[in-house]
């Protein structure tokens, strides 16, 4: 029978070869769902994930979708090497955006060059204190940080709604649930003139190499690797568990902020009640698939973002629901999770009687 | 008295699919088994039982799908964990991932429309009887069986061998496996019995206490059913106490918004999450208790060596 037997070492091969094999997977698997569904596979997948990237303003929507996927992704793989499970980064992005937000409708004249580093630290600063609420939960009361952060991205998405069909709501929006546009200021520099392509998009790789440096280049960076894979040695070395467990949840939270006020500012100009299509839970595969290493996160994010683009484009030319992006992604870390077995085991044939002590066989 | 007896039958059904949930999280965790996708398999069950219900009629086949849907989603965490070796963390993320999307996409077609409701059980002389009959004899068949498998489960953990087994593999697998215990095995049906159960609380959503298909319709559901495990301290008569808490909290931030009082609506929404941490909170802050009840693999892979 097929055994599963442990390498002894860590596959360098595998480790960056199991995301090419799950992707392989992938398809085969969501194809074959389509086929059971009466959906021809091939032209489905193909729409899926091929089509989008030749439509007109492809790339530039795939970038578009793409930041704050890296952004959030980053921070993660930070926070996640050090055993650190903030799986509330949807929360911290919403609250990003709306602190970004009410900066940006509290002075809509305010001049560009002192609005928008305004808007970016607001974001920025947003997330991170979000996050420290399940840092401190973790720390002084030793609540778990997955259940406490996801109750928190509930209690955030409820503030989002009460504000936008509360006190902030456009008084000339026919009481749709929407703030009015932000100024024109908010948007920040281009990219290229009367695009959506913003700043946020040349900042998130930047970011990635800024984590890793600070990952493999810093002591800080160190720690967190110690802590993350050996939990006691990280502690007979003197490191401050706490003190971790608050810095990875800043950053991981400050960029998830930072991505919903490029997200907010950069592509929508106002807050909704739907601003995010669950990015910060996408973000979580963008880790896992980018290694949890910050520069692995950028084919990551740009795949995921793929995902985004390809479930409108199966709504739209195959009339399937855009629910199908969920599915995928799932899919997807399904077979990520599965595939990184081979990292540290291989597979080997092994004829059932030899695993039998002597006689037995009779 | 009229409000008190409305307040405790509804309260009884808001508690019901996070005893249900609960109570099979409850079981894969004293196995160690740390899964996370409780919120993903409910969406299953909840979608599974409707689109059973509204093509067959059939509440029993509706179950019965209910439960298939649930427990084969925890497969695929079984295969993934057990024998793959994978981080149960982001296995259990990508089962609620996943569970979503599905939900969503198969549920498409079925959003406003009716499907039959579980019936309440009507016991003669019972439950005619004045105030206790509505108290305690007026519910649905999944609310007694939820009390019926809290009361076996604790029965079986406490005073059955194969209970001693189980929470033996939990406290400390390789001795277990030394001992010649199946821990995969065991571990495989326990996480299976998890899912099942999901899936069960699920259908009670879409059958029976909103009987409709909506998306994301568990709200979260399962995440305070996990929660609702780490406050009973892996104990399961305190999950009862438990989900009538976090039941009762769900049900009054319905209530008050019903009367019209002057609080924004997203804030009562908000409050059974708010209510969740507080908790969590509170009961987390005693390590020692904590570390005392918790099973002592909780989340760590085995693997049999030789």
């Known amino acids: ?362 | 008295m009229t409000i008190l007896i409305n307040l405790i039958v509804s309260i009884m059904a808001a508690s019901t699919p996070l005893l249900l949930a609960a109570i099979g999280e409850l079981v894969v965790e004293r196995v160690a088994v740390l899964n996370l996708g409780v919120e993903g398999m409910m969406l299953m069950g909840a979608i599974a039982g409707f689109a059973t219900a509204h093509e067959t009629g059939s509440l029993w086949l509706a179950l019965i799908a209910a439960v298939a849907a649930g427990a084969l989603l925890s497969v695929v965490f079984a295969v993934l964990t057990l024998t793959l070796q994978a981080n149960q963390t982001a296995t259990g993320l990508a089962l609620t991932i996943f569970g979503r999307g599905f939900s969503a996409l198969v549920g498409a077609g079925y959003v406003g429309i009716a499907a039959p409701t579980l019936p309440k059980i009507h016991i003669p002389v019972l439950s005619d009887i004045p105030v206790l009959g509505a108290v305690l004899f007026s519910y649905d068949p999944l609310v007694y069986l939820a009390l019926a498998t809290l009361v076996a489960v604790a029965w079986f953990l406490a005073r059955t061998h194969r209970g001693l087994i189980l929470r033996a593999i939990g406290d400390q697998h390789d001795a277990a496996h030394v001992l010649g215990y199946k821990v995969i095995r065991i571990r495989y049906l326990a996480v299976l019995f998890g899912g099942a159960m999901a899936g069960l609380a699920g259908a009670y959503m879409s059958l029976a206490y909103t009987p409709l298909w909506a998306q994301d319709m568990i709200a979260g559901r399962g995440w305070v059913a996990l929660a609702l495990v780490t406050f009973s301290a892996w104990r399961p008569f305190w999950l009862l106490i438990g989900a009538w808490l976090f039941g009762g909290i769900m049900y009054l931030s319905l209530y008050v918004q019903g009367l019209g009082v002057p609080v924004p609506s997203a804030f009562l929404s908000a409050l059974p999450y708010l209510g969740t941490v507080v908790v969590l909170v509170l009961i987390s802050r005693d390590r020692r208790r904590i570390r005392l009840h918790r099973p002592a693999m909780l989340g760590r892979a085995f693997q049999a060596t030789g």
Request: hydrophobic fraction near 55%; aromatic fraction near 10%.
């Open chain 1, 1 to 362: 029978m097929l055994s599963l037997q442990p390498r002894g070492y860590i596959s360098t091969f595998w480790s960056w070869g199991s995301p090419v094999l799950a992707l392989i997977l992938t398809a085969v698997i969501s194809g074959g769902i389509f086929a059971f569904m009466g959906r021809p596979p091939i032209l489905t997948v193909y729409t899926f994930l091929i089509s989008p990237l030749f439509a007109p303003d492809g790339l530039a929507s795939l970038a578009v979708k793409a930041a704050p996927l890296i952004m959030m992704g980053v921070g993660l793989s930070l926070a996640y090497r050090a055993n650190i499970w903030n799986i509330g980064t949807e929360g911290q992005f919403t609250i990003g955006a709306i602190t970004a937000g009410g900066v940006a409708l509290a002075l809509p004249d305010a001049p560009a060059w002192a609005l928008f580093p305004g808007l970016m630290i607001a974001g920025l600063a947003g997330g991170a204190i979000y996050a420290l609420i399940v840092a401190w939960l973790r720390t002084r009361f030793n609540a778990n940080e997955i259940l406490t952060s996801l109750m928190l991205t509930y209690i955030a998405q409820y503030l989002l709604v009460y504000l936008v069909t509360g006190p902030w709501r456009d008084p000339e929006g026919f009481g749709f649930p929407q703030t009015a546009l932000f100024s024109d200021a908010a948007a920040g520099p281009r990219l290229a003139e009367g695009s959506n392509l913003h700043l946020g998009l040349v900042l998130a790789p930047v970011i990635a190499v800024a984590a890793s440096l600070l990952l493999g280049k810093t002591v800080l960076g160190f720690q967190l690797r110690v802590l993350g894979q050996a939990p006691r040695a990280a502690k007979f070395a003197g490191f401050v568990e706490n003190r971790l467990v608050w810095l990875s949840m800043a950053i991981s939270g400050g960029l998830a902020g930072l991505a919903g006020m490029f997200e907010v500012t950069g592509t929508q100009g106002q807050l909704t009640t739907n601003i995010s299509p669950g990015y910060g839970f996408t973000a979580i595969i963008v880790a896992f698939l980018g290694r949890l290493n910050p520069i692995g996160v950028i084919p990551a994010g740009l795949l995921l973002a793929l995902t985004y683009l390809g479930g409108d484009a199966a709504q739209i030319s195959l009339g399937l629901s855009n629910a199908i992006t969920g599915i995928f992604q799932g899919i997807l870390l399904f077979c990520l999770l599965g595939s990184d077995v081979l990292i540290l085991h291989r597979f080997r044939w092994r004829p059932r009687q030899a695993a039998k002590p002597k006689g037995a066989t009779a």
